[in-house]
């Protein structure tokens, strides 16, 4: 009983055993993978006859009815009479290219492969394939052999001689590296372009190619691989030869040959010289000579190295400087270059007082200093430098001699303007170092002012004293009011009229000459006596006036003072108080408009010539000292008048 027992149990167990085994098994089906591999390609045969022989071996590593890969797309290319282990495969076709049925196990596979169009052939090679040969004849593959192909596009070049045109342009120039640059087009009839061998005759290095899909030189050949119908190539290098040839063989091309400035160029050729503006190929520089050459036409170039001289490397166009000047001898100053630069590294300028702005192009740039301030100074024809510091002086007095400081370079200047902004308060007398610049009148105007006063004056009284007190007491008037000064003038030609006229004479007829006297000498003179008195414009210098607008501020109690505050002048009462910081680009301050503008044109400023202005004033409240001094030259001048009637 037992052992029956035993028995069906063992009979239970190995049927269990047998299902669980059959279960596995269905479960590795279900998840297997398709692998192979193609271990060597061979395509072979003649690319003019478009036929290939397709020769190989590989394996099915895993997997039934593996689909295994050739060649695409099947537009272009057809794979027929494939034979695998020596028996004929059916082949198909989907968006991979070309494929085949197999099972596990070693293959070996032969076909032939049918080129479809002309030109350059795109093989889409799906893979995987260890190592794709190829030995091919008219023709071969760009990049040669390749080894590990997997989904790769592979082409194949024609090498046959084609109909194609070819125009050349040729540009050598001599400079401290001889250089060259070819611009040759190239167009096919009838078919791709393939291969071109080019000559090199004249010891060229080619250094860079551009249009072609691969390029090599060997010696003094360049291989070009090139795309489709057409290409334009275009190739650059050095050279070194005297003696130059056209690289083309076929048909003549345009040729230029030119020097840089420090060499003198020699041409001798039997070569066509064309006008410049007639050349495909731009020149560098102005000494270019284009040719219209063959491959027979030599040229023969001597070149002779000149002498180089020292060059201007830097100068000033127009220097404009603008210097405002406060009642308390606080002075703001701005120094702007409008300049040309071709060796200068850096600018020292010396600023007077403290450097607060500085730009370059129009761009701040941090204030450094050597033992004066030291700028780099950016290399152009059109460039723009700008300073701007600050400086203090005495405090403007009743009669102040104030020396201008401006801040100055080495660079030759052709033209200066300077800018001075003085209080509405002053007047200037003059300004030392130009040509006019003062509000008084010339003195070719101040003695014909005098002259006309002492005739008016003496045609009434004939005394000196009386003629002293006419003439002060007339400047004072004109300077105090025009109108009652024409009406002293009409008075005193009225007095002319009654003395020298007969007795008994209309007195009307008096005072209508005297009116019409007036008259004349309002259209006439007077106005000439204002343009001459009143412009002040005297030769290289002005003075002007502008009017200023001022406000009152009620002064709020500030906080304490912030870090980085600095005072500049400390040592003046026209001391100022700024924010600074070490590191940053500073910020421009703009200069203020104080009232009247002295101007100065100077020209051809150079090292030794600067500009050195000093400028006179005197304060405005000196013309009621005027005032009061005509009013006591006219109150004793009309005395003597009175005087002398009664004596008479």
Wanted: negative net charge; glycine residues 8%; aromatic residues 10%.
């Amino acid at each position: 009983m037992k052992k029956t027992v035993l028995a069906f149990c063992l009979l239970i167990l190995i049927a269990t055993a047998n299902q669980c085994f059959a279960t596995q098994i269905i479960v590795i089906n279900e998840t297997q993978e398709d692998i192979y591999t193609l271990e060597r390609i061979t395509l072979s045969g003649d690319l003019e006859k478009n036929l290939l022989i397709i020769q190989g071996t590989g394996e099915i590593i895993q997997g039934e009815n593996v689909k295994v890969y050739l060649f695409g797309p099947a537009s272009d290319v057809l794979v027929t009479d494939l034979k695998i282990n020596g028996q004929e495969t059916t082949v198909s076709f989907d968006d991979g290219g070309y494929f085949f049925i197999a099972d596990e196990g070693l293959i070996k596979l032969e076909g032939k492969l049918i080129i479809r169009t002309i030109g350059q052939i795109i093989l889409h090679v799906n893979g995987p394939i260890n190592k794709l040969e190829f030995d091919l004849e008219h023709g071969y593959a760009i990049d040669g052999d390749r080894f590990g192909v997997y989904k790769n596009r592979i082409t194949l070049q024609r090498s046959e001689k084609v109909a194609m045109l070819i125009d050349g342009n040729f540009r050598y120039t001599y400079a401290e590296r001889n250089s060259f640059n070819y611009l040759i087009y190239f167009k096919a009839y009838g078919s791709s372009l393939g291969s071109y061998t080019l000559d090199l005759p004249n010891n060229e290095i080619v250094s860079s190619v551009s249009g072609a899909m691969k390029w090599e030189q060997s010696g003094n050949k360049l291989l070009l691989d090139l795309q489709s119908n057409e290409a334009s190539i275009s190739i650059t290098g050095l050279f070194s030869t005297r003696e130059i040839r056209v690289p083309l063989k076929e048909d003549k091309h345009h040729v230029l040959i030119e020097s840089d400035p420090e060499k003198k160029i020699s041409i001798s050729t039997n070569a066509r010289e064309i006008d410049l503006s007639e050349s495909s190929m731009n020149s560098q520089y102005s000494n270019a000579r284009a040719f219209i050459a063959s491959r027979n036409n030599g040229f023969s170039v001597t070149v002779k190295q000149l002498e180089v001289l020292p060059s201007l490397s830097a100068s000033v166009r127009m220097a404009t400087n603008q210097i405002a000047i406060t009642e308390k001898g606080s002075i703001v100053g701005e120094m702007n270059y409008d300049y040309a630069n071709t060796g200068m590294d850096y600018i020292e300028i010396d600023a007077p007082g403290t450097p607060l702005y500085a730009s370059t192009d129009r761009a701040a740039v941090k204030l450094t200093k050597e033992e004066k301030l030291f700028l780099s100074f950016p290399k152009t024809e059109h460039g723009n430098l700008d300073l701007v510091y600050f400086t203090t002086t005495n405090p403007l007095g009743p009669i102040t001699m104030i020396e201008i400081p401006l801040a100055k370079t080495d660079l030759p200047i052709t033209t200066a303007n300077t800018y001075i902004y003085l209080p509405a308060s002053y007047r200037v007398l003059n300004t030392f170092g130009a040509e006019g610049g003062s509000e008084l009148p010339a003195p070719e105007t101040t003695i014909l002012f005098i002259i006309i006063l002492f005739l008016l004056s003496a045609a009434v009284k004939q005394n000196k004293k009386f003629i002293t007190g006419y003439i002060v007491f007339s400047i004072g008037l004109f300077t105090f009011n025009l109108g009652l000064f024409t009406l002293l003038v009409g008075l005193t030609l009225a007095a002319i009229a009654r003395k020298n006229l007969p007795a008994g004479f209309n007195l009307r007829w008096v005072l209508a000459g005297a009116a019409l006297l007036v008259a004349v000498f309002m259209l006439l003179i007077v106005p000439i006596l204002i343009w001459q008195m009143g412009v002040f414009s005297m030769g290289s210098s002005q003075v002007t006036r502008m009017e200023g607008n001022y406000a009152t501020v009620d002064e709020a109690t500030a906080p304490g003072a912030p870090k980085g505050l600095q005072i500049i002048g400390e040592d003046s009462e026209g001391a100022i108080t700024v924010p600074t910081r070490t590191g940053v680009y500073p910020v421009k301050l703009e200069l203020p408009k104080t009232g009247k503008t002295i101007t100065v044109r100077n020209h051809l400023v150079t090292k030794e010539k600067q500009i050195s202005l000093t400028v006179l004033l005197i304060a405005d409240w000196f013309k009621y000292l005027l005032y009061v001094i005509s009013l006591i030259a006219g109150y004793l001048t009309y005395r003597e008048y009175k005087m002398e009637e009664k004596i008479e």
